[in-house]
Every structure is written in C-alpha cells, then in structure tokens.
C-alpha cells in the first residue's frame, strides 16, 4: 500500500497527475470530502477521533490540560534562521523553539 502513496506523491511532486474533470469540490463539499478521507485513513468514527489520532497523546508523565507560554524577544536573524529551519523541516517554529529550550535546559541541569 505504501508503494502505491509513494508512486502518487512521486508525481505530484513531478506534476504528472491530472485533475478528473468534475471531481473538483470547493467550499462545504471539500471539507466534506476531507472529514471522510480522513476518517477513512484513520479508522476514527468522529471527528473528535480524528483529532485526537493527529495530534496524539502528550508524552508518558504529563497531565493533560493548558501549556503555558514562554515568551522571549530574540533578533531578528534568529528568527529569521529558526524559521527558515523549521520550513526546511515541515514543522512549526514552535516545534523547533520547544525542541531547543528542552535541549537547553537538559544541558545546564548537571546532577
């Protein structure tokens, strides 16, 4: 199976695929489309399980509820570097700056 989502994505990228015509959906009828396709690749019967199979559980050790936000000024070249990596990366700059803080903090608590 994953052979045949690899061949499609490997013509995608090249632009080889063509659109069907009348298969096009906009508006309420995409995201309709959407809901399904997800639910059919996930096997969820909500959305609400679709939600929770992307997003995942949070790590062992964690209680679930609101993550607080740590704020910090940094210059613009660095910004600029974090968000250039994170596009090179298909990823959030949160993502990266969670990643990096963690690193940080993991590095200066010596036993």
Request: charge should be neutral; glycine fraction near 8%; charged fraction near 30%.
């Amino acid at each position: 199976m994953t052979d045949k989502y690899d061949d499609l994505a490997a013509g995608a990228e090249r632009g080889d695929l063509t659109v069907k015509l009348g298969t096009v959906r906009r508006g309420e009828a995409a995201a309709a489309a959407a809901r399904s396709a997800l639910m059919d690749a996930t096997g969820a019967t909500t959305e609400q399980e679709v939600v929770q199979i992307a997003v995942g559980r949070p790590p062992a050790g964690t209680k679930r509820g609101p993550s607080p936000v740590v704020r910090a000024r940094v210059p613009q070249a660095l910004k600029d570097r974090v968000h250039a990596l994170a596009e090179r990366e298909q990823r959030d700059e949160s993502d990266i700056v969670r990643e990096a803080v963690a690193a940080y903090v993991k590095l200066r608590e010596v036993s």
